[in-house]
Each structure stands twice: as structure tokens, then as C-alpha cells.
């Protein structure tokens, strides 16, 4: 009896967890569902039996404003992601392979925009651009403010990778002639790419669904964000969901696509040896 009640106690706590995992994930991802289906529909209140309908994306893509806006977050989200994976990547080399005493310090720098609010790096931003560079609003000047949040993130991604990284393989291949350009083109990239990847579509997200870095460095240059906060004055229309189903449908691909590159043995993150 002591034992069937034990597993009794057991397969019913695996249940309950089970319940609430699940309620969670219904929490958490019937709202996105809602904003899919609403985007489809005639009627965003939930009308049943359904009736289906294109006439939202058409109208997001017929509007020019909504095709400038869908560039601009594309410029800034590729920019921002290519500047932010270059930094971390050569910033993550330096401070593995040539350690020194300011090593922690200097690391604490480079994760120090995780804890700041994207409110500040906006607001910081454009007063530094105005008032000592003298710079007006651009798409270079969000690119280079969204790069600032998306390095940190960069950094930690490819820091995971590195920091089992042999640099014994470098330094064999210095040995035989090569270059450090060649080598670490040759040599520590084909190891770590999975995590430059990652790195890059990581910020690439991040600056591409941006609104506060980029409203606040763009000034009247749409983006996605921007016109889609700036819709809300007038209620919530069928093409503010169209944009949130597309977006999300973006960043579910990216995610989609990682998730198949790993299950594949395309991607493996981390050097394990031969």
C-alpha cells in the first residue's frame, strides 16, 4: 500500500505540473494566436464561424508608409547586427587569448548595457550625438545606438562558445606560417560561426523590434515600432496586426531555422576535441 500510494503521489504531481506547464504556455502564447487570427479576420472581435480576409496585409503592403518602415527596420536591425557581432566577436578574442589584469573590468563594460534601460541608452544616445558629435538623427546613428544593447548580448553568446575554445590550434597554426588574419579566418572561425551566427541573429532581432533606442535616434523616420505605436491614437486596426503577425512570424522563422540547424548537427556550439 505504502508503495502504489508513492507512485500515486508521484504520477499525480507529474500531472499538475503538467496542467500548469501547459497553462502557462496558453498564457503565454495564445495572445500572439489571437494577433495571428485577428490579422486574418473581418472582425477583430472574435466572430464565429470565422470569416477570413487579405485585406490587411494588402493595405500594409499598398501603404508606402508601412514599406519605408519595414526597410528602415531592416536596415537597422541588419546594420546593428553586423556591428554588434563584429565588436563582441573581436572583443571575446581579445580578452581570451591575450588575458591581462583589467580582463574583468573590461568584461563588466562590455555587459554593463544588459542592466540599463533601453529608455536611457535612447535618451543617452542622442544627447551625445547632438550635443558633442553635433549629429542630427539617422539610420546610422540608431544603428550605432541599437549596437550598443546588441553587443552585450553578442558578447555573452559568443563568450559561451569561446571559453572552451583550444587555442592551442591558433597557435599551432602561427607555428606552420599563417598569419593571424588567415588563422583565425582558417582556423577559430570554421569552430565558432555557430556562435557568431547566433550572435548576429540575436541583435538582429533585438534592433529590429526596437522602439525606444530607435524612436528617440531617428526622430520622423518610421520604423515598424514607431508606426505601429503611433497607430495606436487611432484604435486598433487590422493592420497593426497584420505587422505584429508578420513580425512574429519573422522571428519565429529565425528561431525555426536555429532549432533545425542544431537538431541536424549543422550547428554545435562549443569546441568538445576530436
Known amino acids: 500500500m505504502t508503495t502504489y500510494g508513492a507512485v500515486s503521489g508521484v504520477e499525480y504531481r507529474k500531472w499538475l505540473m503538467a496542467v500548469a506547464l501547459g497553462l502557462l504556455y496558453i498564457f503565454l502564447y495564445a495572445p500572439i494566436a489571437y494577433v495571428i487570427y485577428a490579422s486574418f479576420s473581418e472582425d477583430i472581435v472574435w466572430p464565429f464561424p470565422p470569416s477570413l480576409t487579405l485585406q490587411a496585409y494588402a493595405n500594409v503592403f499598398n501603404d508606402s508608409l508601412y514599406g519605408d518602415a519595414l526597410i528602415n527596420s531592416l536596415k537597422i536591425g541588419v546594420g546593428s547586427g553586423v556591428l554588434s557581432t563584429l565588436i563582441a566577436t573581436a572583443a571575446v578574442i581579445g580578452l581570451l587569448r591575450y588575458p591581462s589584469r583589467y580582463r574583468t573590468a573590461l568584461f563588466i563594460v562590455f555587459l554593463s548595457p544588459l542592466f540599463v534601460a533601453e529608455l536611457l541608452i535612447g535618451i543617452s544616445s542622442l544627447a551625445f550625438n547632438a550635443r558633442i558629435l553635433g549629429l542630427s538623427g539617422n539610420i546610422f546613428s540608431a544603428i550605432a545606438a541599437n549596437a550598443v544593447e546588441g ?5 555573452l553568446i559568443i563568450l559561451s562558445q569561446l571559453v572552451r575554445y583550444d587555442w592551442q590550434m591558433d597557435d599551432a597554426a602561427m607555428v606552420f606560417g599563417a598569419k593571424p588574419l588567415r588563422c583565425f579566418w582558417e582556423v577559430t572561425l570554421p569552430t565558432i560561426w555557430p556562435s557568431v551566427f547566433g550572435a548576429f541573429l ?32 487611432f484604435g486598433l486596426g487590422p493592420e497593426l496586426f497584420a505587422i505584429a503577425a508578420m513580425t512574429n512570424a519573422l522571428v519565429f522563422t529565425i528561431f525555426a531555422l536555429m532549432y533545425v540547424l542544431m537538431r541536424t548537427g549543422i550547428v554545435k556550439f562549443g569546441y568538445r576535441g576530436t
Request: glycine content about 6%; hydrophobic content about 55%.
Open 202 to 233: 540575436i541583435s538582429f532581432i533585438l534592433a529590429f523590434n526596437n522602439l525606444e533606442i530607435s524612436f528617440y535616434n531617428l526622430g520622423a523616420i518610421p520604423t515598424l515600432p514607431s508606426v505601429a505605436w503611433g497607430s495606436l491614437r
Open 151 to 155: 553587443v552585450a548580448f553578442s558578447f
